[in-house]
């Protein structure tokens, strides 16, 4: 089975502070991707990497980072965390071997900004 | 650009009753058709996923769905609900060279399953 695995479920941080949301596959997958899920709006896509090194942004990168040193492993920063980015956090990968593919995403992560 | 719109954001069916979830998506070509479904504190898994062919999709958990160009639709149905369905449920579009984890999401139906 695929296995999307976010590090934690739940996160409390307090405004300013810098924050790491991390994200491990283990299909060996090109792709992945981190969205944000709020009430009402969907899935909303914040960045995305083809390739180890490589992001491009999605629909909302503004306040965010990502870094992809690994090809299992893509990491979401907060720079300065703020209120409004109380959120739901997903991370999804895919295969970029053939465009037939379906995304396998990770549990979640629901940060709170305090 | 592409776009999925998913008109109703809550459908209260009981349990044993047929079920539709609707989705009308905007693409200028042939588009890769998803839906998924999320349980509560959960991520997102696959139901089915529409690419070419036969325009009747069958999927997990006795799930299906049919592709109507002339309608631009690709609602979900299932004859008979379970309570374990009650969920929320994401309708996505994607593009040709664009891979299913870059596709364009609806903003989601909540199903709620009534004894």
């Not at chain 2, 008109?7 to 209260?12: A, E, S, V």
């Not at chain 2, 693409?27 to 991520?43: D, E, H, I």
């Not at chain 2, 631009?72 to 664009?98: I, M, Q």
Request: proline letters at 3%.
């Amino acid at each position: 089975d695929v296995k999307v695995t976010q590090s934690s479920r739940y996160l409390v941080k307090r405004t300013g502070e810098k924050v790491f949301l991390e994200c491990v596959q283990d299909m060996d997958h090109e792709n992945m991707f981190w969205y944000r899920q709020d009430p009402g709006l969907g899935l909303r896509l914040i960045y995305f990497s083809y390739d180890v090194k490589m992001k491009e942004k999605g629909d909302i990168p503004e306040g965010y980072s990502v870094s992809r040193e690994k090809k299992e492993r893509f990491s979401l920063i907060l720079e300065s965390a703020s209120t409004n980015q109380t959120s739901m956090y997903l991370c999804a990968s895919s295969s970029s071997g053939n465009v037939n593919t379906e995304a396998f995403f990770g549990q979640g992560t629901r940060l709170t900004v305090v | 650009a592409q776009s999925v719109t998913q008109p109703d954001i809550h459908i209260t069916v009981s349990e044993g009753a047929s079920l539709e979830l609707r989705c009308n998506y905007s693409y200028g070509a042939t588009p890769y058709l998803f839906w998924y479904v999320q349980s509560p504190g959960q991520g997102l898994q696959l139901l089915l996923k529409y690419f070419s062919g036969d325009t009747l999709v069958q999927g997990i958990k006795g799930f299906e769905a049919e592709f109507k160009r002339s309608q631009s639709s690709f609602n979900l149905r299932k004859p008979s609900v379970h309570w374990s369905d009650a969920a929320e449920y994401f309708c996505a579009v994607g593009a040709l060279n664009t891979n299913a984890g870059k596709s364009t999401f609806g903003d989601g139906t909540t199903l709620t399953v009534k004894p």
